[in-house]
């Protein structure tokens, strides 16, 4: 027996370290619930050992009330049955030439694929304490494919591309409950069969859905930087450079290439994790920073600098803010010398939110100031874009610590990572100037 004076054993310290994470997970569970995914994973995932616990986690994502599209390649499995047969592989730009003669391996394989796939999802949980998941699994002839053609003097023969995708099915099937399993199979009118790529019918298929997010799987943890670290937020204009750049077939150029062709036409957001992550995609979608990349829009290109042509139109969208005691008070000359520090978020051209950063380096922090919204948009995510705009302001200045002085707005703070702090947690300057009549609550996060 152990004395009550023990210390705490490893399981005590186990379960206060999952209470907070459980809890902090719970805004993402209630605002994921009843959306729709589509989830894109190649042969290589189904062929792996950790297999199993991939799919133990997309029952978990069903169960949760997430409409689930899984899109699954089978590249291996015809790699490895073409050989088995004699028949060379040959791609072109990532792409399969499928020669006729190859069909029959290619959708043998992909059957195969398809059945181990089946067969996880239905598989009960080892324990026996609680009852067996039952979800089920649905498909269809969900795409209408056409013919690649002739690329760079290469016929493709019959490798394609999708033509239309039956979204109204595929809706019908998610509204019953179903987890609907694709493959990189489509058909002619004619009846002809096509071998597409994972990425094009994962795309195509989260557009015609309207899908909240598209998840790529792939070799990499996430898109790398040039230290190797991985890039956890990117804006379309940004992905797309990066994909340009990306060595010719790589998984970073056609999944990151595809994720901004989905993100433009309106997904909302995308995300490319490590496949060799156990938990990976529970990790990216229910914890604050993710593990992945997460690719979004760019704010229709109205995500700006602040000059000095725009302190009429701050001042207009502040000044309501500062009547109410909302927003301190700033004259106009103030604004006029520290324009350069504020952040402006444009509609049709009009000023319709801002930010400000206020960097203290010798404390290692920043402060974000003035975030305001004209109430006509506050529910279209200007605020938090402005956000993200300072934060990465702030860090590329080396910047690691973010603080906000607030008396209306704390939960819109809290939801977005911050924690509550006290003054003597600002830089010694900022206390010199905290107005305690004012008394405003102070949180802090960490970048």
């Known amino acids: 027996m152990v004395p009550s004076s023990a210390p705490a054993t490893n399981g005590t310290n186990e379960l206060s370290a999952f209470v907070p994470t459980f809890r902090a997970s719970a805004p993402y569970i209630h605002a994921f619930r009843g959306k729709t995914f589509v989830v894109a994973f190649g042969g290589e995932v189904v062929a792996d050992p950790t297999f199993p616990n991939f799919i133990a986690d997309l029952n978990l994502l069903a169960s949760l009330g997430i409409r689930l599209v899984l899109v699954h390649g089978s590249r291996p499995q015809v790699e490895k049955l073409l050989a088995q047969r004699g028949m060379e592989s040959r791609l072109h730009r990532g792409v399969r030439i499928t020669e006729e003669h190859q069909l029959g391996s290619v959708i043998g394989a992909t059957a195969r694929a398809r059945a181990r796939i089946e067969a996880a999802l239905s598989r009960a949980p080892r324990t026996g304490s609680v009852a067996p998941m039952r979800n089920r699994v649905t498909g269809g002839n969900f795409i209408v494919a056409k013919p690649l053609g002739v690329i760079d003097g290469v016929d493709m023969k019959y490798s394609g591309e999708v033509r239309r995708i039956d979204a109204d099915a595929i809706t019908d099937c998610l509204h019953e409950g179903d987890i609907v399993l694709m493959s990189t199979l489509g058909y002619s009118p004619s009846g002809d069969t096509f071998n597409l790529t994972v990425e094009e019918v994962a795309t195509q298929t989260a557009i015609a859905l309207k899908a909240t997010k598209l998840i790529f799987l792939l070799d990499t943890p996430g898109v790398l930087d040039e230290g190797g670290e991985v890039i956890s937020t990117l804006y379309t204009r940004e992905a797309s450079a990066i994909a340009q750049r990306a060595p010719q077939a790589s998984d970073v150029q056609l999944f990151l290439s595809a994720a901004v062709r989905a993100c433009e036409r309106g997904v909302s957001r995308a995300h490319l994790i490590g496949r060799?992550?156990?938990?990976?995609?529970?990790?990216?979608?229910?914890?604050?920073?993710?593990?992945?990349?997460?690719?979004?829009?760019?704010?229709?290109?109205?995500?700006?600098?602040?000059?000095?042509?725009?302190?009429?139109?701050?001042?207009?969208?502040?000044?309501?803010?500062?009547?109410?005691?909302?927003?301190?008070?700033?004259?106009?000359?103030?604004?006029?010398?520290?324009?350069?520090?504020?952040?402006?978020?444009?509609?049709?051209?009009?000023?319709i939110g801002c930010a400000?950063?206020?960097?203290?380096?010798?404390?290692?922090?920043?402060?974000?100031?003035?975030?305001?919204?004209?109430?006509?948009?506050?529910?279209?995510?200007?605020?938090?874009?402005?956000?993200?705009?300072?934060?990465?302001?702030?860090?590329?200045?080396?910047?690691?610590?973010?603080?906000?002085?607030?008396?209306?707005?704390?939960?819109?703070?809290?939801?977005?990572?911050?924690?509550?702090?006290?003054?003597?947690?600002?830089?010694?300057?900022?206390?010199?100037?905290?107005?305690?009549?004012?008394?405003?609550?102070?949180?802090?996060?960490?970048?």
């Open 356 to 447: 400000a950063l206020y960097p203290f380096p010798e404390a290692d922090k920043a402060e974000l100031a003035c975030l305001a919204v004209n109430p006509d948009y506050r529910r279209e995510g200007y605020g938090e874009r402005l956000m993200h705009a300072v934060e990465k302001a702030a860090r590329a200045q080396g910047i690691s610590t973010l603080f906000v002085l607030t008396t209306r707005t704390a939960q819109w703070f809290t939801e977005r990572g911050f924690e509550p702090a006290s003054v003597t947690d600002l830089p010694e300057k900022k206390q010199a100037l905290y107005n305690y009549e004012r008394a405003s609550h102070v949180y802090i996060k960490r970048l």
């Open 276 to 351: 060799h992550i156990d938990g990976a995609i529970l990790q990216e979608l229910f914890t604050r920073d993710g593990v992945g990349t997460m690719i979004s829009v760019d704010s229709l290109d109205n995500l700006r600098p602040a000059t000095i042509d725009d302190v009429g139109a701050l001042l207009s969208l502040i000044e309501p803010l500062e009547r109410q005691g909302i927003l301190v008070p700033r004259p106009r000359a103030l604004i006029e010398r520290e324009i350069e520090r504020f952040f402006l978020a444009e509609h049709d051209g009009q000023v």
